[in-house]
């Protein structure tokens, strides 16, 4: 096997065992990156400083090296967390030579761990949307098709693990940002508790609902992260999947889904069934009502204070930050907020007692059916061309782009639930299609293991085409 097809954990193994050296290993996924540079995944990099860091490893080999769970491992970095070695641009003009005096937590976590940053990736600007067809830094492409979106605003760390350029990658979750490009690339995106991983460093949009999220090519690879992140024990439990039990809530997250997607989705859920799992057909009660009055009012009213403080700590004011913005729909959302049509303080209060009765909701929900997980689309749709930033088009019809991305992800998020999106299938056009499976709050390392039992159950993707 090729050493950039090995997941994080078989690398690992390979690494500590010797069965690889660390510069083989690095000058393959180097390699790897140089045959994938159409795809635009990177914003910025140091391949002479990784394989100087490899030869460094191969030449020590010490005791206390083969002990590190990352040691050797380069792992990607989205744009907007901050590193010492790599500017922190958050995908925007004014910050693109920005680079920050100290490491965001979970960077250290990785780097303490014997991690590498193998550079940071392309996002949506400001992480403001959820296509990354960034103005400033290039459109972000898809390696199933490069003429469609990654998703976003995670597109660049999604791209760069399914396309076999790293192991795995961070990006940030508000939305969707995480599980979005995991599903439309085909790869498994972890969304934790909010709260969950260490938060200082990162060019926020929302502190109430964003938070650090792995990338990998498998459930184990990801919990694993979890794990490290969250510094906790990296067991996880046994889970069977006979007598598992799946909230699917066919009103509030499939109508009016693509129907490839549809037709994925069921024949997964039918692949589950079989294997004992129990679908119980239900429907949040007042999800729609609840989630309507949350999400976007939260970030819109937090984002001006989060991006003009981040903005400060660099020497920047808050118009030069936005003087530099490229990205027409992402300029426009700026300039909203900062005009007349701005979120005000009162519909921000309104919005924060509406997200407690949404966690109330999604609470009483899990323990009245006895759910492990809810299970739904990641996203409505597969990934659609790159250019459809403001509208698209979903079965017969024209609907708002953002929107219609984040429709599924968004609700738990509101909530503060993990949230986990893994590979359910292609669709008859060859582009994957994610299940995205909830659990209740604070039950992360038990929604992990629910996803590796049903991961185990579903078909592998093969290997993107142009990959």
């Known amino acids: 096997m090729d050493p950039f097809e090995l997941t994080l954990t078989q690398a690992a193994t390979a690494l500590r065992t010797r069965r690889l050296g660390h510069l083989e290993y690095v000058q393959a996924l180097l390699a790897q990156t140089d045959r994938m540079t159409a795809l635009n995944a990177w914003i910025s990099r140091d391949p002479e400083g990784l394989i100087q860091?490899?030869?460094?490893?191969?030449?020590?080999?010490?005791?206390?090296?083969?002990h590190l769970p990352l040691a050797g491992i380069p792992?990607?970095?989205?744009?907007?967390i901050d590193t010492t070695d790599l500017p922190t641009s958050g995908g925007t003009r004014a910050l693109l030579a920005s680079r920050p005096t100290r490491n965001a937590i979970v960077v250290e976590r990785l780097l303490q761990s014997g991690g590498l940053i193998a550079g940071k990736t392309n996002l949506h600007e400001l992480a403001l949307g959820g296509t990354t067809n960034n103005a400033v830094t290039g459109a972000c492409r898809?390696?199933?098709n490069p003429l469609r979106i990654p998703g976003g605003s995670s597109g660049g760390s999604a791209v760069v693990v399914a396309a076999r350029m790293v192991p795995a990658a961070l990006g940030t979750d508000t939305g969707a940002?995480?599980?979005?490009?995991?599903?439309?690339?085909g790869v498994v995106g972890f969304r934790p508790s909010t709260g969950r991983y260490a938060s200082q460093g990162l060019l926020h949009l929302s502190p109430t609902k964003d938070t650090v999220g792995p990338m990998a090519r498998s459930v184990a690879d990801v919990a694993w992260l979890d794990a490290l992140l969250a510094q906790e024990p990296t067991s996880l439990p046994d889970v069977s999947l006979k007598g598992l039990r799946l909230g699917v809530s066919r009103?509030?997250?499939?109508?009016?889904?693509?129907?490839?997607?549809?037709?994925?989705?069921?024949?997964?859920?039918?692949?589950?069934?079989?294997?004992?799992?129990?679908?119980?057909?239900?429907?949040?009660?007042?999800?729609?009502?609840?989630?309507?009055?949350?999400?976007?009012?939260?970030?819109?009213?937090?984002?001006?204070?989060?991006?003009?403080?981040?903005?400060?700590?660099?020497?920047?004011?808050?118009?030069?930050?936005?003087a530099g913005v490229g990205s027409p729909d992402v300029a426009r959302l700026l300039s909203q907020q900062l005009g007349h049509d701005r979120v005000t303080a009162t519909a921000y209060a309104a919005a924060l007692a509406r997200c407690k009765k949404l966690k109330t909701a999604y609470a009483r929900h899990f323990a009245d059916h006895r759910l492990d997980a809810l299970a739904f689309p990641t996203c409505p749709?597969?990934?659609?061309?790159?250019?459809?930033?403001?509208?698209?088009?979903?079965?017969?019809?024209?609907?708002?782009?953002?929107?219609?991305?984040?429709?599924?992800?968004?609700?738990?998020?509101?909530?503060?639930l993990p949230g986990i999106s893994l590979p359910a299938g292609l669709t008859a056009e060859g582009l994957p299609v994610?299940?995205?499976?909830?659990?209740?709050?604070?039950?992360?390392?038990?929604?992990?293991?629910?996803?590796?039992?049903?991961?185990r159950a579903l078909p592998r993707l093969p290997r993107p085409p142009m990959v």
């Open 381 to 416: 749709m597969t990934a659609p061309p790159i250019g459809h930033d403001d509208t698209v088009h979903l079965d017969s019809q024209q609907v708002p782009t953002f929107k219609t991305l984040i429709r599924n992800t968004d609700p738990g998020s509101n909530a503060g």
């Open 53 to 66: 860091q490899a030869k460094a490893l191969d030449q020590a080999r010490t005791a206390l090296s083969e």
């Open 142 to 144: 898809n390696p199933w």
């Open 177 to 185: 940002s995480v599980r979005l490009p995991a599903a439309l690339c």
């Open 251 to 322: 009103g509030d997250f499939f109508e009016g889904a693509d129907p490839q997607v549809l037709a994925v989705m069921e024949q997964a859920l039918d692949t589950l069934v079989s294997e004992g799992v129990v679908c119980v057909t239900l429907d949040v009660p007042d999800l729609k009502l609840h989630n309507d009055a949350t999400g976007s009012t939260l970030v819109m009213f937090e984002m001006v204070q989060s991006l003009a403080a981040y903005a400060k700590a660099k020497g920047l004011s808050m118009s030069a930050l936005v």
């Open 75 to 80: 792992v990607a970095i989205k744009d907007n």
């Open 434 to 455: 994610g299940l995205e499976l909830d659990g209740a709050l604070g039950t992360d390392r038990h929604l992990l293991a629910v996803a590796a039992a049903i991961e």
